[in-house]
């Protein structure tokens, strides 16, 4: 680690592309986690096109907290653009997964404003974003607000394919709850 720093001291910042890929690649083969976020969180100041990279890597490491603001900050950046060839969609989508089945391991975002957000933007997909929300607060223990949210979403909904996701998906709970209850 040592010896990369002091390569990427003595060596120009245009020539910095030769030294980092072997420096993660490095960082990634040792399992010091608390190094090697430092040493990506200085890799993407260099080259931010490469938050996907840091994004699986934090995933590993069962960082999610982490790894949803840094996912986040993607989908927000406009001209992000992704190396491995997923749209600002696909991203959107992979954000609102990671969000809605983790509640209690990332605690910095507001899921609920997110996913809301993701509704106003995304109309052509709003049933599989509803449920999103409602499988956050059923992880939650928020059964309640889950069941305010199948009833929102069930008035609010445009398409059929959207109503029957999210039918399903509220019949399913609702089935789950009453079968808990006997």
Not at 41 to 64: A, H
Request: glycine content about 2%; proline content about 4%.
């Amino acid at each position: 680690r040592r010896v990369f720093d002091r390569a990427l001291r003595a060596l120009p910042p245009t020539q910095h592309d030769r030294i980092w890929p072997l420096y993660v690649k490095f960082i990634r083969q040792h399992p010091i986690p608390e190094t090697a976020v430092r040493v990506f969180r200085r890799y993407l100041q260099m080259f931010p096109e490469n938050s996907e990279e840091y994004i699986s890597y934090l995933i590993e490491i069962d960082r999610l907290d982490e790894a949803s603001q840094v996912l986040a900050k993607c989908v927000n950046n406009e001209d992000f653009v992704s190396k491995e060839g997923k749209s600002n969609h696909q991203l959107w989508n992979e954000l609102c997964d990671m969000i809605s089945r983790n509640p209690t391991k990332i605690q910095s975002l507001n899921v609920d404003a997110i996913i809301r957000s993701g509704l106003r933007r995304y109309t052509d997909q709003v049933g599989h974003l509803w449920n999103s929300l409602a499988d956050y607060y059923i992880r939650s223990g928020l059964f309640e607000r889950a069941r305010d949210v199948y009833e929102e979403s069930i008035q609010t909904v445009t398409t059929v394919r959207d109503f029957t996701q999210v039918f399903d998906a509220y019949a399913q709970f609702e089935e789950l709850a009453l079968s808990k209850k006997m």
